[in-house]
């Protein structure tokens, strides 16, 4: 090999490089400015049309929402008020704990006597189904699910009024099986909250859009599942998933496997990030990634190409490298890669513009990104090792999910955050 030409070492590092500055531009380009975010639609026939299926509706078709808890989170009384304001004139909405010391019931009962006239069920229930305690949860809770159509949402989901609406709509065309919606974070609290809340905005909502401009539909968010209650039949109910790590995303893939399409409406949700402490964040971030890692290993491993920070970082000193030589191969590669690295440093910084929520937040949270960024790289190598994740206090094996991924077939690299949604 000649002198002058550029290492095996060089090459990957600006292949990486590249390849890392391209994908921050698809991610800036995919997200949404975060207003628009925050607009629900305003029909179902919105929610429909984006997703290029026909105008239904189901409007008069009763919806029972199950909302499995686990203690009193700060914001749950005000996240569950918003689904006791819907449109839809006939819901049930069924808030489920597995202790009755759960101090979720007290938040239940102040609910029940501020809307006396919904039907809202609290279901206390000890039983225990499996190793996923949140699927346990929702096979006691299951059982008192009265409507066609069940609406899965997480604890810490605050929605609009028109949200029922939208997600029951697309299910009226036999043809979708299972409807979710993504998220967008605040942070509750202080410092780590914030970091949090980069986290979705940043990294995990912006490889969902990424992936489903590209054509994926290989997901499923706790944020919101909805689907016939004979579709929930036909895949064997919450059992199925009972010993699932990502129950969410497994319950989309059973019923796919039915040959129904997932549809992801356009509604957006909110959601709280808590987490007071770098180690109670860097647990549930790690759980997330692991989680990520069990579905899809072969995905999780070109995560790396998805944090920006590190990999500008290396484009600057790759070029400086290159650069201190004359040899035209290396002028050549530092040009290619001075130029990646500014479009991935303007693509870094658009995607943080479109997702702040206006320019206070923007220019409070702009050094937090190299940081958010540097995080996620350690996360991701803590995630590649480990054979448990904590949920809620409770171990959950990971290999149980990773040998139903084996079953399962192969999803797309780009799938792969978005096999779960870490809630």
């Excluded at 639609?41 to 009763?62: E, I, M």
């Excluded at 996240?79 to 979720?104: I, K, M, W």
């Excluded at 299951?142 to 604890?155: G, L, M, N, P, T």
């Excluded at 491993?301 to 400086?320: D, E, M, Q, S, V």
Aim: contains cysteine.
């Amino acid at each position: 090999m000649a002198a002058h030409a550029l290492t095996a070492c060089q090459w990957v590092l600006l292949g990486a490089s590249v390849g890392a500055s391209l994908y921050a531009l698809l991610a800036a380009v995919a997200m949404p400015f975060f207003a628009s975010r925050r607009r629900v639609a305003s029909s179902p026939a919105q929610g429909a049309s984006r997703n290029s299926h026909p105008v239904y509706s189901f409007k008069h078709v009763g919806v029972s929402v199950l909302k499995p808890l686990c203690g009193a989170e700060p914001r749950l009384y005000e996240n569950l008020r918003t689904f006791c304001e819907q449109r839809h004139g006939y819901f049930q909405l069924v808030l489920g704990v597995s202790s009755p010391d759960d101090p979720a019931i007290a938040v239940v009962r102040r609910l029940q006597a501020a809307y006396p006239l919904h039907d809202i069920e609290l279901a206390i229930d000890t039983r225990v189904h499996g190793s996923n305690l949140k699927v346990s949860n929702l096979i006691n809770m299951a059982e008192r699910a009265r409507h066609d159509v069940i609406v899965i949402a997480d604890s810490d989901i605050a929605v609009e009024d028109h949200y029922l609406d939208s997600v029951a709509a697309p299910l009226a065309d036999p043809r979708v099986g299972v409807v979710t919606c993504l998220y967008v974070a605040q942070g509750v609290g202080g410092f780590w909250p914030r970091v949090g809340a980069l986290f979705i905005n940043e990294w995990f909502a912006p490889s969902v859009r990424v992936a489903h401009a590209a054509g994926s539909r290989s997901f499923g968010f706790g944020a919101t599942l909805a689907l016939r209650r004979a579709t929930l039949k036909r895949i064997g109910g919450f059992e199925a998933l009972k010993n699932c790590l990502a129950d969410d995303y497994w319950l989309a893939e059973h019923v796919r496997a039915l040959g129904l399409q997932t549809v992801l409406s356009r509604v957006i949700v909110a959601t709280d990030v808590i987490e007071p402490t770098f180690s109670a964040l860097w647990q549930r971030e790690t759980r997330w990634l692991r989680t990520i890692r069990s579905v899809n290993p072969l995905g999780f491993a070109f995560l790396f190409i998805t944090f920006p920070t590190p990999w500008l970082l290396t484009g600057a000193w790759l070029t400086a490298s290159l650069a201190s030589t004359s040899h035209a191969v290396h002028v050549g590669a530092a040009l290619t890669c001075a130029t990646s690295t500014t479009i991935g440093l303007a693509a870094r910084l658009l995607l943080h513009w479109r997702s702040a929520r206006h320019g206070r937040t923007f220019w409070r949270d702009l050094p937090l990104v190299p940081l958010r960024d540097a995080l996620l790289a350690l996360q991701w190598l803590a995630g590649a090792f480990g054979s448990h994740v904590v949920w809620r206090g409770a171990r959950v094996p990971v290999e149980t999910s990773t040998s139903r991924a084996a079953r399962g077939g192969a999803m797309n690299v780009m799938d792969v955050a978005e096999a779960s949604d870490g809630r």
